[in-house]
T-cell receptor, first 112, second 112 residues
């Protein structure tokens, strides 16, 4: 596709359940980022991929959070045993060589 | 580690006035500085960027300035309009590299 695509766009889940968020970056973009944005707040860095490896995963809030990227393309962010404080918009961005970051539309996660 | 500080966190101006948002960065290897605008409920999108080989860049009512010695860069919006109301993020990155560090964001309110 022409842009960064995230799915689902909205997810409501019960506390304690696992969720999986998906990001399809722009074809050919090497770098992929995950950010979390709570209502009215800034961009909280979670993890960054270069190719399939994650040089920086320092932003993951706890061991309930994990992410992977396969084939240098699609990435999934998994949150296990969701808590109410996990409710936020999760944004993915991809960056190509000498390009700016292109953001997806985000996944709005609500934990009830 | 690398860091980008952004000030102010909130800025309120009267329509027609100018708005200035300032950022400082810590990594002296940074040489690409994009600015993103995020309207309510939407994804961040690039509005202007500057590379380290220039000190200033303008695009209609917006301009960016860069002081590499002081590691400061700023966004200037002149003749502000209500539609400029949004959250603005600065960022710093090394050209050819992929790690992009974002500032915490500035919420701009333009009062009609």
């Amino acid at each position: 596709g022409a842009g960064v695509s995230q799915s689902p766009s909205n997810k409501v889940t019960e506390k304690g359940k696992d969720v999986e968020l998906r990001c399809d970056p722009i074809s050919g973009h090497t770098a992929l980022y995950w950010y979390r944005q709570s209502l009215g707040q800034g961009l909280e860095f979670l993890i960054y991929f270069q190719g399939n490896s994650a040089p920086d995963k320092s932003g993951l809030p706890s061991d309930r959070f994990s992410a992977e990227r396969t084939g240098g393309s699609v990435s999934t962010l998994t949150i296990q045993r969701t808590q109410q404080e996990d409710s936020a918009v999760y944004l993915c961005a991809s960056i190509g060589t000498y390009t700016e970051a292109f953001f997806g539309q985000g996944t709005r996660l609500t934990v009830v | 580690g690398e860091n980008v500080e952004q000030h102010p966190s909130t800025l309120s101006v009267q329509e027609g006035d100018s708005a200035v948002i300032k950022c400082t960065y810590s990594d002296s290897a940074s040489n690409y500085f994009p600015w993103y605008k995020q309207e309510l409920g939407k994804r961040p999108q690039l509005i202007i960027d500057i590379r380290s080989n220039v000190g200033e860049k303008k695009d209609q009512r917006i301009a960016v300035t860069l002081n590499k010695t002081a590691k400061h860069f700023s966004l200037h919006i002149t003749e502000t309009q209500p539609e400029d109301s949004a959250v603005y993020f600065c960022a710093a990155r090394t050209t050819g590299g992929f790690k992009t560090i974002f500032g915490a964001g500035t919420r701009l309110f333009v009062k009609a």
